[in-house]
Nanobody, 115 residues
């Protein structure tokens, strides 16, 4: 089992920045991939960014050049630095940890981009 706790969401004006954090605990040695997903009202949950154990990253086209995912293995924490935020980035952001054969989700953190 892996437990995930997200933090760092909030209200920000368009063009602003936020950094999300996701701290993992439990069987963290089995985690292969960590990522961030988001779900806006009325929409399906979608991938924002993910990072492999070796450091390879993958981003949604809509956030490329604005968001950066990083991973601190010593702290079992993954971060999502979000810059140049837009109103369409408003959503609940979920941390995900993938192990062979399964996956785990955090409880989500709300990000609202509005003036």
């Amino acid at each position: 089992q892996v437990q995930l706790v997200e933090s760092g969401g909030g209200l920000v004006q368009p063009g602003g920045s936020l950094r999300l954090s996701c701290a993992a605990s439990g069987s963290v040695g089995s985690v292969v991939t960590m990522g961030w997903y988001r779900q806006a009202d009325g929409n399906q949950r979608e991938l924002v960014a993910r990072i492999e154990d070796g450091g390879d990253t993958n981003y949604a086209e809509s956030v490329k050049g604005r968001f950066t995912i990083s991973r601190d293995n010593a702290k079992n924490t993954v971060y999502l630095q979000m810059n140049s935020l837009k109103p369409e980035d408003t959503a609940v952001y979920y941390c995900n940890a993938r192990v062979i054969g399964s996956g785990y989700w955090g409880q989500g953190t709300q990000v609202t981009v509005s003036s």
